[in-house]
């Protein structure tokens, strides 16, 4: 099992360049988060996914959208990107009741 | 809101000097506190999963505690291999919509643990 996997692994953009981050887990987990880790700030979330064909709002949703594709994808897309969303993105997902488990991250830089 | 505090920020260490790492938390009910290790470049790693006062758990070298308050992580003759970023969250009860709970972590701010041959 490679467990959750993330492409790509950096990324620099220009500011109102957009992409899609990727996630992707062979666990057969229901729920699938993103987060983005800043120095100071620790571990703070995007938006997740609960279950195959929802999302929800995290605390930090501006700017980002997201895409429960099937069961096992969940990318982030950043329509027009700013210096503040430099960070490092983690996808995580879990089972319920279960822990999560994180993906190895996406480091992104905005110029 | 709920909200997590992990000290010391940064703990220096001898190899073989044991100390502990504080989590204080304050959530509205205790689903679960969790421990993860991260090292330089990479996702968090999985430690530990504490769901009640008074629960204890180990691993190798590491022992996690949890009281209604905060939670320690214990280190125990620490080696170099041991350095990392250790982060505490915690899941708070409910949660659920239409009997699904997403799991919502609230993550602290991290210590940095180094560990000196």
């Known amino acids: 099992n490679a467990g959750v996997t993330q492409t790509p692994k950096f990324q620099v953009l220009k500011t109102g360049q957009s992409m899609t981050l990727q996630c992707a887990q062979d666990?057969?987990?229901?729920?699938m988060y993103w987060y983005r880790q800043d120095p100071g700030m620790g571990l703070r979330l995007i938006y997740y996914?609960?279950?195959?064909?929802?999302?929800d709002k995290g605390e930090v949703p501006n700017g980002y959208n997201v895409s429960r594709l099937n069961k096992r994808e969940f990318s982030l897309r950043l329509e027009s990107a700013a210096p503040s969303q430099t960070s490092v993105y983690f996808c995580?997902?879990?089972?319920?009741?279960?822990?999560?488990?994180f993906g190895p991250g996406t480091r992104l830089l905005v110029l | 809101e709920d909200q997590v505090t992990q000290s010391p920020e940064a703990l220096r260490l001898q190899e073989g000097e044991s100390s502990s790492l504080n989590c204080s938390y304050t959530?509205?009910?205790?689903?679960?506190l969790f421990w993860y290790r991260q090292d330089p470049g990479k996702g968090p790693e999985f430690l530990f999963t504490?769901?009640?006062a008074g629960e204890e758990k180990e691993k190798e070298r590491l022992k996690a505690t949890l009281t209604k308050k905060e939670s320690f992580l214990h280190i125990t003759a620490p080696k170099p291999e041991d350095s990392a970023t250790y982060l505490c969250?915690?899941?708070?009860?409910?949660?659920?919509?239409?009997?699904?709970?997403?799991?919502?972590?609230?993550f602290g701010q991290g210590t940095i643990l180094t560990v000196h041959p």
């Open positions: 969250a915690v899941q708070a009860a409910g949660g659920n919509a239409g009997g699904t709970s997403y799991g919502k972590l609230t």
């Open positions: 504490l769901y009640s």
């Open positions: 959530v509205s009910g205790l689903r679960g």
């Open positions: 666990m057969n987990h229901n729920s």
């Open positions: 995580a997902s879990r089972q319920f009741g279960e822990t999560q488990y």
């Open positions: 996914s609960a279950s195959e064909g929802t999302t």
